[in-house]
């Protein structure tokens, strides 16, 4: 079965600075989708950004980018220009190309906290 | 447009009691997830329905949990007996594909 690691319970980071959480999975299949999910105290998880395995270059979303390294299985989320609201619990998951069964996994998730 | 909305936001109940939670997914997703999420942890799967497709109830923790998804939309997760360790947020996401998206939840506190 496909695991998810993320091995950092917590980050902090300073106001405006840069900060990469980490995460790696486990997997047989060459093809699958990465996902990063921030939850804020509301509990709404929020999709931050999506990687699709067979896509090399890295995917970014305004601050947000992902250092997705397939050989090693690791996908790390950098949060640039770090600011308050981006304090959060942030969720790595893995989801399985087939639709047709429930394959996504979340990793246990690391809770970042901005200092001003 | 309109995303995953649950109900209710926040239920209290005594413990033997049967709940009923409440998801209503973003039309046109075909897929519906529901999980679980105690205080400060990770999600636990629980249910899958896709299509019409039979549900993957692989991550349902006893036969005191059942769900239902009706006419392919909304679906409702109902617990059966309540127990105090049953207290948590209850999660429901919704997609047609790729990608998931959640609504907000529903807090449930057994007491």
């Known amino acids: 079965a496909q695991t998810v690691t993320q091995s950092q319970p917590e980050m902090s980071v300073q106001e405006a600075e840069t900060v990469t959480l980490s995460c790696t999975y486990d997997?047989?299949?060459?093809?699958?989708?990465l996902f990063w999910y921030k939850q804020p105290p509301s509990r709404q998880m929020i999709l931050v950004i999506r990687?699709?395995?067979?896509?090399?270059q890295n995917a970014t979303e305004n601050r947000f980018s992902v250092n997705f390294q397939k050989a090693a299985k690791s996908f790390s989320l950098k949060i640039s220009d770090s600011q308050l609201g981006d304090a959060a619990m942030y969720f790595c998951a893995y989801r399985s190309p087939h639709l047709n069964n429930n394959d996504m996994r979340f990793g246990a998730g690391t809770r970042l906290t901005v200092k001003p | 447009g309109a995303g995953v909305s649950q109900s209710p936001s926040n239920k209290v109940t005594e413990k033997g009691k049967d709940v009923e939670l409440r998801c209503d997914p973003i039309s046109g997703h075909t897929a519906l997830y529901w999980y679980r999420q105690s205080l400060g942890q990770g999600l636990e799967f629980l249910i899958y329905f896709q299509g019409n497709s039979a549900p993957d109830k692989s991550g349902l923790p006893s036969d005191r949990f059942s769900a239902e998804r009706t006419g392919g939309s909304v679906s409702t997760l109902t617990i059966q007996r309540t127990q105090q360790e049953d207290s948590a947020v209850y999660l429901c996401?919704?997609?047609?594909?790729?990608?998931?998206?959640f609504g907000p939840g529903t807090r449930l506190l057994v007491l």
């Open positions: 990687q699709e395995a067979y896509k090399q």
């Open positions: 996401a919704s997609g047609t594909g790729k990608t998931q998206y």
């Open positions: 997997t047989s299949e060459s093809d699958y989708y």
